[in-house]
Each structure stands twice: as structure tokens, then as C-alpha cells.
């Protein structure tokens, strides 16, 4: 099955009444994308994402962990991390913070 084909199968999660109350209180609480907020720049979040992805689970849908972002960020930076296993973020020293990056190997 197809990326695209597995994600249709859960597309409908999105609207329901759960996920949109779900989604406005993470954006009320933080309204800012927490990836642009860690480079010092303030831009207003728009997507309330999953910060492990969910892949149709409901309680991971429902209860997992949210994270705000803005559309760009969730677009390119999110799914790469999504795609390679781990995040590049790196703390002020310039070293990977993700202890699944491979040079925290």
C-alpha cells in the first residue's frame, strides 16, 4: 500500500468534532511554531501536529503529544525527520540533540 493510500485511510480522523476542539486548544495554548521559536524566530503556527506520528493509531490520533507548527516547517522540515528516522536539530554547540541521530550513535 502506497503512502498515499495508507494516509487516506485515516484522513477522516481530521474531521471530526475530537480532533478539531483537539486542534484549536494546542494552537490557543502555543500559538507560535515551536520550530521557527528554536532558530529565534516568531511566526504564528497553523498546524497542531503529532510529534510521533500517529499512522491511524487512534489513541496516538487522540492523545498523543501535539506540537505547534507552521504550514512551512510541517511541510519540509517535520516530514524529512519523519523520512530518516530522526530529527537534525542541533543544541547551541552546533551537535545533533536527537539521541537517534547518527552521530549520537
Known amino acids: ?7 487516506k485511510a485515516y484522513h477522516h480522523l481530521y474531521d471530526t468534532k475530537a480532533w478539531k476542539g483537539r486542534r484549536a486548544a ?4 502555543y500559538p ?4 521557527c ?3 529565534g524566530k516568531f511566526v504564528s503556527a497553523t498546524v497542531a501536529d ?9 489513541v496516538l490520533f487522540f492523545e498523543g503529544d501535539l506540537q505547534s507548527l ?8 517535520k516530514q524529512r525527520e ?9 543544541d547551541v554547540d ?8 547518527p552521530s549520537n550513535r
Open 32 to 35: 507560535l511554531c515551536a520550530y
Open 70 to 77: 507552521c504550514k512551512v516547517c510541517h511541510d519540509s522540515a
Open 37 to 39: 521559536e528554536r532558530m
Open 94 to 101: 552546533g551537535y545533533p540533540i536527537d539521541p537517534k541521530h
Open 50 to 58: 503529532h510529534i510521533e506520528p500517529h499512522k491511524g493509531d487512534d
Open 1 to 7: 500500500m502506497t503512502r498515499y493510500a495508507k494516509a
Open 82 to 90: 519523519e523520512n530518516a528516522g530522526f530529527s537534525s536539530a542541533v
Open 26 to 29: 494546542q494552537l490557543s495554548a
